[in-house]
């Protein structure tokens, strides 16, 4: 089954608005990474987060893990056209070996 | 963070035939994955190749499907055997970065018919 789950499943919105989408997950992890992945192409890693750490920013991305309720975050502020793509979380549980699992991605489209 | 590529990018191939996808890493690396993505779905994990032992397959994912070798720590293969339609899906390869980062190559595109 998979880990993570992101909502929503697909997000619309104007050029400069920020974009907030959502990963829950089921077991303990050791981090969480988020994904971008353009028509079908491979993933581009945006941004890894720790277990024991609660929130990064990496320009115009800002993560947040909240263990407590199994969940994280991604903010993309300023959005721009370019940023339309899908997007997942994907967790490295305890003891899995460095072995992702991913969510079901969330479609983000930016409109102009 | 490492410069991964896959061979090919993309192939139509036939029901019944074999197709064996390349993945070349700039650095040695220990950990290299291999991923499927299915059309419209997430990815799934197919394997974890070991250099100079047995890939460790996931549930649902066998050897004989999915013969994988690694036998260096830049190089890796998985070959899709005895294709059939629902093998129809991009199969891409990641590497372990130093900071458990995971990057991934640009995929190879199977389509059977």
């Known amino acids: 089954s998979q880990q993570g789950e992101e909502d929503p499943q697909a997000l619309s919105i104007q050029e400069g608005e920020n974009a907030t989408m959502n990963c829950s997950y089921k077991?303990?992890?050791?981090?969480l990474q988020w994904y971008r992945q353009n028509s079908g192409r491979g993933l581009v890693h945006l941004i890894l987060?720790?277990?024991?750490?609660r929130e990064k920013h990496s320009g115009r991305l800002r993560v947040t893990l909240d263990t407590s309720k199994k969940s994280s975050s991604l903010l993309i502020t300023a959005s721009r056209a370019a940023d339309t793509a899908s997007y997942f979380c994907?967790?490295?549980?305890?003891?899995?070996?460095?072995?992702?699992?991913f969510g079901k991605g969330i479609t983000l489209s930016v409109r102009p | 963070s490492a410069v991964i590529s896959q061979k090919p990018s993309r192939d139509i191939c036939q029901r019944g035939t074999s197709l064996t996808i390349q993945c070349q890493v700039d650095?040695?690396?220990?950990?290299m994955f291999w991923y499927r993505q299915q059309p419209g779905q997430s990815l799934t994990l197919i394997a974890t190749?070991?250099?100079?032992?047995?890939?460790?397959?996931e549930s649902g994912f066998v050897i004989d499907k999915f013969p994988i070798s690694r036998p260096n720590l830049t190089f890796s293969t998985l070959t899709v055997s005895n294709m059939s339609p629902e093998d129809s899906s991009i199969y891409l390869c990641?590497?372990?970065?130093?900071?458990?980062?995971?990057?991934f190559g640009p995929g190879t595109r199977l389509t059977v018919t």
């Open positions: 990641s590497v372990g970065g130093a900071s458990y980062e995971q990057y």
């Open positions: 077991t303990s992890i050791n981090n």
């Open positions: 987060i720790r277990s024991n750490e």
């Open positions: 994907a967790t490295d549980a305890d003891g899995a070996n460095s072995k992702l699992t």
């Open positions: 650095s040695q690396v220990t950990m």
């Open positions: 190749a070991n250099q100079g032992s047995e890939a460790t397959y």
